[in-house]
């Protein structure tokens, strides 16, 4: 028998009660001659009160930046002023974005507002940024590619249709490469570093089935655009409730100077992004 005095008391219960062996938060006992579980009144109360609920609202801080993007995509949805899909009907790349947790979301922000930061400072006139992004859900994956134009004339007709069919092979090829990956969410933007405004594209490419004709097709056309060349990983690792006694696990491959570089602008990391080191 489960009792509990209100839905805020039983989430209080269910964050305090952690099982380390499958790595998740349950609602209950796990000892075996327990058959009645009570959760008095006033857990919430006493639950936001403790050191690691604060830790966690100051870590979920950074996680808004991802919530900013589903609400501008569905506002320009509402308001007419969005072209290609609708993400409030039916699965969409927006309605995948949505089901990231709060503390996953944290990690995507985190790599997103990294990737801007980075974005090479260059007087060339094309340039591009794309970072792979894992989800909290291990089959899924995105891909956030940036692009630096500059003297686009025709915004519609050519460059936005150019920048969507280079998200869909980058899309591509990250199943190329990830072959566990059974969906894949593009987002592609123009770099902030260079625009003050944007207008943003999504894609959501289901790779539970990928055939030969699929890989062999988005191989070839990746052979020039080059994504995922590099051999450079980086493994995360976030929790609900940040340990202020252990830091974020970051482990990161190092790129030989005369490697391709990671951001995929076809140049040797030496004379590319190293100098933002």
């Keep these: 028998m489960l009792s509990y005095c209100g839905e805020e008391d039983l989430l209080a219960h269910y964050y305090l009660n952690f099982d380390e062996s499958r790595n998740k938060h349950f609602i209950g006992t796990s000892e075996k001659d327990i058959n009645c579980v009570m ?74 507002i990294q990737s801007i930061r980075n974005f090479p400072e260059t007087p060339q006139r094309l340039m591009r940024n794309m970072s792979f992004m894992p989800s909290f859900y291990k089959d899924k994956g995105y891909v956030f590619l940036q692009l630096k134009v500059d003297g686009i004339t025709k915004f519609e007709n050519e460059y936005r249709s150019k920048r969507q069919a280079m998200l869909k092979v980058a899309c591509g090829a990250a199943k190329n490469k990830f072959d566990h990956l059974k969906t894949v969410v593009g987002i592609a933007i123009d770099a902030p570093k260079y625009s ?25 056309a990746n052979e020039g655009l080059a994504f995922f060349k590099t051999g450079v990983v980086e493994q995360r690792t976030v929790s609900e409730f940040p340990d202020s006694r252990r830091p974020r696990v970051q482990k990161q491959i190092k790129v030989g100077r005369n490697a391709q570089c990671p951001c995929g602008s076809g140049k040797k990391y030496k004379n590319c992004c190293i100098r933002n080191k």
């Design 39 to 112: 959760i008095g009144e006033g857990e919430w109360k006493d639950f936001i009160e403790l050191e690691i609920y604060k830790r966690k609202k100051i870590a979920d801080k950074i996680s808004y930046h991802w919530d900013r993007l589903i609400q501008i995509t569905c506002q320009n949805t509402l308001d007419g002023t969005i072209g290609g899909f609708s993400p409030l009907m039916g699965r969409s790349a927006i309605n995948e974005m949505a089901k990231e947790p709060r503390f996953h979301r944290r990690a995507l922000s985190e790599r997103m």
């Design 196 to 220: 003050r405004t944007n207008a943003e594209d999504f894609i959501l490419m289901d790779c539970s089935v990928w055939t030969d004709e699929q890989r062999e097709y988005y191989e070839e």
